[in-house]
């Protein structure tokens, strides 16, 4: 599976950015799905998680009523849109997916796009 994120990019605080991940290669069986970020100094983190049929979601407190994370199976694509974005949000953002197998889990990870939100 080989995961593509795009839609990052420079914007000021109080805007927004929608992030899209999509995915290619043999995808079926994959699970859930999500986003995390690593901003410079700092450990990578998850920012919001969807499960595979997108009805239950996970976020970060400190992105909950800003960001929404949604899945669309059919173009094999997930999307994180985020609103009302602060400099603390600066960050490269990663899209990670799930494939669980007989031996445990299988993880894939995008290479990243970078956030910039300036003041």
């Known amino acids: 599976v080989q995961l593509v994120e795009s839609g990052g990019g420079l914007v000021q605080a109080g805007g927004s950015l929608r992030l899209s991940c999509a995915a290619s290669g043999i995808t079926f069986g994959i699970n859930a799905m999500g986003w995390y970020r690593q901003a410079p100094g700092k450990q990578r983190e998850l920012v919001a998680a969807?499960?595979?049929?997108?009805?239950?979601?996970n976020y970060a407190d400190s992105v909950k009523g800003r960001f929404t994370i949604s899945r669309d199976n059919a173009k094999n694509t997930m999307y994180l849109q985020m609103n009302s974005l602060k400099p603390e949000d600066t960050a490269v953002y990663y899209c990670n997916a799930l494939r669980p197998v007989v031996a445990g889990t299988i993880t894939y990870w995008g290479q990243g796009t970078q956030v910039t939100v300036s003041s």
């Open positions: 969807i499960t595979s049929g997108g009805r239950s979601t």
